[in-house]
């Protein structure tokens, strides 16, 4: 700055501080009481580094951080094909939780192998979530740890970089083998699929054309518990493609492993007993990588000041050079003095007086690459007073102040939360225990595998298979068809041999075997049937709003059932209400228990999924939920989140939770602390404080007691506003 004629910016107001550091470090707005305690403290020589410390230590911290490597990461639970991505997630949250070594981590999730549902092996994940996909894996992971992007080089020579297609298979020898997440089934897994596939056949041949269905998925359900993971260890060899158009190689040729830059990393003399990924994982998450360090380093300052020392900081190349070379070599060395503590590492930013700068005012903008004053050196610019033409009058950017940024769709879903409930950081939605129903399967029989995947499929073994009724009874029963387009699938023709009753007692025509099915299931039962029927507890209002099942989908009102817990919750089709009531018939011989719960499990167990931090709503959250409104990831791709404004941001602040679940309610805390103050004037403190942390201006207070004088709501007006306001939007 000083070679530049320029100053840092001035330290920011303790109110401005205070909001940074919960929003950057814990993802949330402080509570009322801890912005209070914040700001009635006096010792300010150590009070900030005090509250950077006690950040650092809480359990929001994981939380928070827990979204930053999920969306690197690309961590969902749920990855297709009736696979979970439950243990991968759950390993993610205990490797921040327990701050793991960066180096150590990037390790264990490269060489991973074995069941993924063992205890502390969810690690495996990492290849899961890219199962059939190991081409793109190795890319993935080139791009997230050493920062360089090969993508292009899998199907032809880099046209923008050194990499050819050649040394991108070279890279993938390391990984081959690691597509395959099927870990060999033992005895009783064998027996479980014989057993069920005798008794599929037996059930086509039934009136229960869902039966067989139905066990298949039992079953698959019980098989994939029990034999997803990684058992290869890498090949350290692969063939080229049968197209490859180069001179270098020959089509189809073995590869043997090899790195494209830094130190080579030599493959043991026993390749086929050890593998060769051990190798790999070594080589990337290795000190002497030169380009390992630099990301992690980067990608922590950029989450902490808004911009890297390199940008982007994923598409690195041998001649890309830092914003201030000297300070991204010194915060390397930091980095590898520090071995590789994250937490550390943040520590020694958040306390830098950097980061206790102001932001600066004028809009971010990358120099010119046209422009002949500026330096060369200069990346970043800040725009000059002239909105028409900002490059005018422009000065140099060099990390003055941390940029500021409008909040995540999971920092503003939390800090809304946080309104409502104190104790957010701690709630959380009660799952099941997976990883004890996988230790029991391993020690069951094939035979008690089968038993409860019948009992799941709603059946009974040996139990009498009723034959479908004769054509010709079924002629007696049914006329001609009143229609002659699919009911269900408007526009398509009925076969005249798929028929049914509908209520009235008149013949309805089908297109497809799917589709009468479907019909008969939504039909009620028989009154006669009805009347035998025990009394049963109503239904009351569902407490979900999209559909479990199928995370994302609307539900529909009429389709419910209750969860273990006595709650009303609704499905998106009768299909996952189905699969619902499968899931819930207990295993014979598993209990629940907390005895596996990892570190991150508080046992502040809650059921309003509209109370709970943003990593318990889902990963990735539902679409339309709120979170997803603002730009958070679906997971699909690396660091798919954005910032972009939209319409439907702006109406789901107006009518959305904000309006249901915070002014609409009198009992919320909000509201309750607002009404606490005596006088008008001491309302709004209040609310400036809990909802904005800083106490208002004397022109605030005279332009808010002007504007609620006549409102029949005051406090929820007050509320309303500040909450839609820029301010609260905004990590200044």
Known sequence: LKSYNLRPNKIASEEVFLRRAYLKIIGR?????????????????????????????????????????????????????????????????????????????????????????????????????????????????????????????????????????????????????????????????????????????????????????????????????????????????????????????????????????????????????????????????????????????????????????????????????????????????????????????????????????????????????KDNVMPPEVKWVLAGPNISAPTRGSIPYFYQGPIMERMTGEQLWDSLVTLNYPDVDTRQLKRGDKYSEYERYLEMSGEELFAIAMKRAGLQIGAEVKAPPKNNEMAAKLGDPINTECPLKPGRAIDPSLLALNEKGETIGFCCRSCLNRFKSSQPAPASTAATKPATKKFGNPINSDCPIKPGRPVDPSILAFNDDGDTVAFCCKSCLNQFKQKQMETPGIAKNSSSAPSHDYGNYVKDRNSVRASEVGSPAPNGHLIREFGASSRDQIEGSHKQASVTQVLNLLNGYVEKNLLKNDKVRILDIVKQGKTVDSKINKAFLAVLNREPSSSEIRNFKDAIRSSEHPEKDLIWVLVNSHEFLFVQ
Request: charged share 30%; glycine share 6%; aromatic share 10%.
């Open 29 to 369: 707005i402080p509570t009322f009481e801890e912005a209070e305690q914040f700001l009635e403290n006096r010792d300010r020589s150590q009070k900030k580094s005090d509250l950077v410390d006690s950040l650092l230590g809480s359990h929001g911290y994981v939380s928070h951080w827990f979204h930053f490597w999920a969306d690197i990461l690309r961590a969902k639970e749920n990855l297709g094909n009736r696979v979970s991505g439950r243990p991968y997630i759950d390993y993610i949250r205990e490797s921040i939780a327990t701050n793991k070594p960066y180096d150590n981590w990037v390790k264990e999730m490269l060489s991973a192998s074995g069941a993924m549902w063992e205890k502390g092996n969810g690690a495996v994940g990492y290849f899961v979530r890219d199962r059939g996909m190991q081409l793109d894996n190795m890319s993935n992971t080139v791009r997230i740890f050493l920062g360089t992007s090969l993508e292009c080089a899998q199907c032809h020579d880099h046209p923008f970089d050194r990499w050819t297609q050649k040394q991108f298979y070279e890279m993938a020898a390391f990984t081959e083998g690691a597509g395959n997440i099927r870990i060999r089934g033992e005895e009783n897994i064998n027996v479980l699929g014989r057993l069920s596939r005798d008794e599929e056949r037996r059930l086509n041949r039934g009136d229960d054309t869902g039966a067989s269905r139905r066990l298949s998925n039992a079953t698959r359900d019980i098989r994939e518990l029990v034999t997803t993971g990684l058992a290869s260890m890498g090949k350290g060899k692969i063939r080229l493609p049968m197209d490859y158009q180069y001179d270098n190689a020959k089509p189809s040729e073995e590869l043997k492993a090899n790195t494209i830059f830094g130190l080579a990393a030599e493959l043991d003399e026993n390749l086929e007993m050890t593998g060769s990924r051990t190798s790999y994982a070594n080589w990337v998450a290795s000190e002497s990588n030169p380009r390992f360090t630099t990301v992690i380093v980067n990608r922590l300052w950029k989450e902490v000041f808004g911009l890297a020392l390199i940008e982007p900081l994923d598409n690195m190349f041998d001649d890309t050079m830092a914003t201030d070379r000297e300070l991204q070599l010194h915060l390397e060395k930091v980095m590898v003095a520090l071995d590789y503590d994250l937490k550390e590492f943040l520590r020694i930013l958040y306390n830098t007086q950097a980061f206790q700068r102001e932001a600066p005012k004028p809009d971010l903008m990358a120099r010119d690459a």
